[in-house]
């Protein structure tokens, strides 16, 4: 069994930062592309940002040069620093990952989402 845990979401004001964090664990052999997502309320969901196994990353237009994912591949954990929040960056945030199990299947899995509140 898999599990993404999140960790990192709450509310913060216009301009603050937060970093987000989903460890995989579980029976994992190799996990290749993670990323996150959000929904906001009423919206579908969208990719915030993506990191391949080998670095090469990914931004949503809407949030380049303000947020940064990252990944500690020895964790199996990603990460999503992001700056100068926005009330529009309000939204539940999840994570995914693409992973290959030890009988050499392809899947993928969801974390459970967490909030994130840009407000003041």
């Known amino acids: 069994q898999v599990q993404l845990v999140e960790s990192g979401g709450g509310l913060v004001q216009p301009g603050g930062s937060l970093r987000l964090s989903c460890a995989a664990s579980g029976s994992i052999f190799r996990v290749n592309a993670m990323g996150w997502y959000r929904q906001a309320p009423g919206k579908e969901r969208e990719l915030v940002a993506a990191?391949?196994?080998?670095?090469?990353?990914n931004y949503a237009d809407s949030v380049k040069g303000r947020f940064t994912i990252s990944r500690d591949t020895a964790k199996n954990t990603v990460y999503l620093q992001m700056n100068s929040l926005k009330p529009e960056d309000t939204a539940v945030y999840y994570c995914?990952?693409?992973?290959?199990?030890?009988?050499?299947?392809?899947?993928?899995?969801w974390g459970q989402g967490t909030q994130v509140t840009v407000s003041s």
């Open positions: 990191i391949t196994s080998g670095g090469s990353t």
């Open positions: 995914n990952a693409e992973m290959i199990d030890y009988g050499l299947r392809p899947f993928g899995s």
